[in-house]
C-alpha cells in the first residue's frame, strides 16, 4: 500500500513472529528470572514483555555462545548478557555479542527493527564483582564495541 506508513510490531508480537523465541514471551522482565533485580526502571507499567533468548536457542544452537535476555520498556527492546566480569571472559562475552548480533540479523529481523535508538541497547551486566583493568586490551576490546561491564541496569 502506497503512502500507508508500517507500524512496528509491539514487542511480544515480534517475540512471536521469531520462530527461535515464538513460545518465550514473558510479561514484565519474568523471562530474567533471578536476575530481574538487575534492572531497575522508573516505572514498571512500562515494560512490554521479556524473553530469554539463551533457553530458548539452546536446543537449535547448543555449541554457540548464546546472549541471555531481551526485554522492552517504553517502546525500545535492549538486550542484556549477565555473566562474570573479569579478564578472562571478555572474549566468550565479545563470542556472545557477535552471535547475537548476527542472530538478530539472520533469525530475529522483527526483534532487531525494536532495538533502542535513543541509548544503547545492548548491556553487560556483572553477575558478580568487576575485576577487568581499565587499562587492559580486554577492557579496550569491550568498550570498543560499546560494552561495558555494569553492576545493574538502570533506565528511566
Not at 553487560?124 to 560494552?147: D, H, M, N
Request: with cysteine.
Amino acid at each position: 500500500m502506497k503512502g500507508k506508513k508500517a507500524v512496528a510490531m509491539s514487542f511480544k508480537q515480534a517475540v512471536e513472529a521469531t520462530p527461535d523465541v515464538a513460545t518465550g514471551f514473558r510479561t514484565g522482565l519474568v523471562a530474567l528470572g533471578i536476575y530481574r533485580s538487575k534492572v531497575f526502571v522508573s516505572d514498571t507499567r512500562l515494560l512490554q514483555g521479556s524473553v530469554d533468548i539463551d533457553t530458548c536457542t539452546a536446543e537449535k544452537y547448543p555449541n554457540s555462545n548464546r546472549w541471555d535476555y531481551a526485554f522492552a520498556y517504553k517502546g525500545e527492546t535492549f538486550f542484556i548478557e549477565i555473566h562474570t566480569a573479569n579478564t578472562r571472559e571478555v572474549k566468550t562475552v565479545l563470542q556472545k555479542f557477535h552471535w547475537l548480533k548476527d542472530w538478530l540479523i539472520r533469525e530475529a529481523p522483527e526483534i532487531n527493527k525494536l532495538k533502542s535508538k535513543t541509548r544503547l541497547p545492548f548491556y553487560w551486566i556483572q553477575s558478580k564483582g568487576f575485576a577487568i583493568p581499565k587499562t587492559s586490551p580486554q577492557y579496550r576490546a569491550a568498550e570498543s564495541v560499546g560494552l561495558k561491564p555494569v553492576s545493574v541496569l538502570r533506565l528511566d
